[in-house]
Structures are given as C-alpha cells and as structure tokens.
C-alpha cells in the first residue's frame, strides 16, 4: 500500500509501506511508519514555512486507535470526509492521473517490485504546484457536495 501527502505548493512524500511477509497495516504500523515519520516531518516543515496544513484521512480505520489521540497531542488541524467521495478527496485525482499514465505507459508491467518502482517515479516527478488546482479548488467542491445533498457533482 502506498501512502503521500502534498500541499499547496509542495509535493510531499509518498512511500510503499515496509511490511513483513502477511503483516497487515495496524494503527499501531500507521502510527510508526507514518505519523511519526514522514507525515510528521511534512507538517513541521510547512509549519516552518508558514503553512498551517489540514491532514485529511478517508477515515479508515488504522487512522484511529492509537492514532486519534496523537494528532490531537500534535494539534494537527484535520478534516474528516466520507471515504468513498472523491469530489472531497484531492488525491483520489491524482490518482487517477497515475493510474492513467501505467495503463498508456506501463501496460507491461509484471511484478509488484516494478509497479512500486513506476508509481514512485511517477510520485517523486511531480512539479511542487503541479496539483494546486485541486487544492484551491476545495471550497468550490465542498459547497457543491452541500448542493447536490453529498450526491455526484462535476468534479
């Protein structure tokens, strides 16, 4: 599974989990490999700069537990949406866009190792403004979910 994160203006980290062989993601995993690693990091780095980030999260549930109470210790602002609504969900059209470019591109693709190692190029090779359309255009979106009474919009 592959976890990012990105802002306006800045791409962030994204990274395949480190899993041992049938281990799943727990809140406890989460809560290591990202809370307190490269999310971490990401937030105090745009706090340093300025940027007072909002962590979004599909409300899965390795984002609780554990987990909860954390972000609150880091006072983290956060904002929790629906986990099958994309219109409110930047990154499911980033997403769109990767998968797009491996079914073009990378039709041949037969191994995890080689996936994972596409979809990290493709991450890592995203300008820093490259997504800031769909961060801006947040307020827009979450006033045409209230309209369309959380049915489907034009985004």
Do not use: C
Not at 74 to 92: A, S, T, V
Not at 110 to 139: C, H, K, Y
């Amino acid at each position: 599974m592959f976890w990012e994160a990105f802002r306006m203006g800045k791409m962030g980290p994204g990274f395949f989990f480190k899993l041992e062989k049938g281990q799943k993601i727990t809140s406890v995993v989460y809560r290591d490999q990202v809370l307190l690693g490269p999310l971490k990091t990401f937030v105090d780095e745009s706090r340093s700069v300025g940027f007072e980030p909002i962590v979004m999260e599909d409300n899965a549930p390795v984002h609780e537990g554990v987990n909860r109470e954390l972000r609150n210790q880091l006072r983290w602002i956060e904002y929790e949406h629906p986990p099958n609504l994309p219109d409110l969900n930047p990154i499911e059209h980033i997403w769109a866009w990767i998968k797009d470019k491996i079914t073009r591109y990378y039709s041949q693709i037969t191994s995890q190792s080689e996936m994972q190692r596409v979809v990290l190029e493709l991450w890592n090779n995203f300008m820093d403004t490259q997504w800031d359309g769909l961060i801006a255009s947040m307020p827009a979106r979450m006033k045409a979910v209230i309209a369309a009474k959380g049915g489907s919009t034009r985004y």
